[in-house]
Nanobody, 124 residues
C-alpha cells in the first residue's frame, strides 16, 4: 500500500494551496481517508476526514470554513483545498487511510496507512 502526498509549498498568509494524495495497493472505496499535520516540535494533529462515499466530512475547528476535503474514488485520490491560509497552518501534511469507519477519527492510532508527508509553509 502506498499513499503519495503532493502539492505542498510556500504560500503567503491569506493564500490558497491544494494538496493531493494518490492511493495504491488498497481497495480505496473501503477506506475512510484523512489529512493530519505536524508542525515542528508538536504532535501530529487531525485536520479533516472524509467518509467512504463522501457522505460525511469532519474538520478540526482550527480549519473549519477554510479547508475543504474531497475524494475521487475512481481515481483513488483525495484532496485538501486550503484557503485563507494562516502562518499557524505551517506543517508537514500527511494523508492517512483507515478501514471502514475509525473509532476515533481524530486520533492517529486508528489509521492503517500513512503517506510520506508534504511540507506547507505559510509566510506572514
Amino acid at each position: 500500500v502506498q499513499l503519495q502526498a503532493s502539492g505542498g509549498g510556500l504560500v503567503q498568509a491569506g493564500g490558497s494551496l491544494r494538496l493531493s494524495c494518490e492511493a495504491s495497493g488498497l481497495t480505496f472505496s473501503a477506506y475512510t481517508m484523512a489529512w493530519f499535520r505536524q508542525a515542528p516540535a508538536k504532535e501530529r494533529e487531525f485536520v479533516a476526514a472524509v467518509g467512504i462515499g463522501s457522505g460525511w466530512k469532519r474538520y478540526a475547528d482550527s480549519v473549519k470554513a477554510r479547508f475543504t476535503i474531497s475524494r475521487d474514488n475512481p481515481k483513488n485520490m483525495i484532496y485538501l483545498q486550503m484557503n485563507m491560509s494562516k502562518p499557524e497552518d505551517t506543517a508537514v501534511y500527511y494523508c492517512a487511510a483507515a478501514k471502514g469507519f475509525p473509532s476515533i477519527m481524530t486520533m492517529v492510532a486508528p489509521y492503517d496507512y500513512w503517506g510520506q508527508g508534504t511540507l506547507v509553509t505559510v509566510s506572514s
